[in-house]
C-alpha cells in the first residue's frame, strides 16, 4: 500500500500531472493523454517490480495504477486547458468553474 502511495500517487502522479499540462499548453488532443497514460502505466508498474518486488506482469495493477495516473493527467490537461481559453480569448470565453469555460 505505501508503494501505491508513494510511487504511484505522489511520484508518477506528479510526472502525469505536468504530462498532462504539457499537452494542454501545445494543444494536443485529448486522446495523446491516454497514450502516455499508459506509457506511464508501465513504468509504474516496472519500478513496482524493481524496487518493491512487485508483480510486473499483473494486468489488475496495471489497470489500477493506469486509472489514477489518467485520472490525474486528465485532470491537469482540462484545468490548463481550461486556463489557456480564458486567458488566451478573453473576449469569448469567460472561466465557468475550475475546469470549464462558457462563451460570454
Given at each position: 500500500m505505501t508503494a501505491f502511495i508513494g510511487l504511484t500517487v505522489i511520484i508518477m502522479g506528479f510526472a502525469a500531472f505536468m504530462?498532462?499540462?504539457?499537452?494542454?499548453?501545445?494543444?494536443?488532443?485529448?486522446?495523446?493523454?491516454?497514450a502516455a497514460c499508459a506509457l506511464l502505466g508501465l513504468a509504474d508498474r516496472f519500478l513496482v517490480y524493481a524496487l518493491f518486488e512487485g508483480e510486473l506482469l499483473s494486468p489488475g495493477g496495471y489497470l489500477v495504477d493506469t486509472a489514477v495516473i489518467g485520472a490525474i493527467s486528465l485532470f491537469a490537461f482540462r484545468l490548463?486547458?481550461?486556463r489557456k481559453m480564458v486567458s488566451?480569448?478573453?473576449?469569448?470565453?469567460?472561466?465557468?468553474?475550475?475546469?470549464g469555460w462558457r462563451e460570454k
Open positions: 504530462t498532462g499540462k504539457a499537452l494542454a499548453n501545445s494543444w494536443a488532443p485529448q486522446w495523446r493523454v491516454f490548463t486547458l481550461a488566451q480569448y478573453p473576449w469569448l470565453y469567460e472561466r465557468s468553474g475550475l475546469l
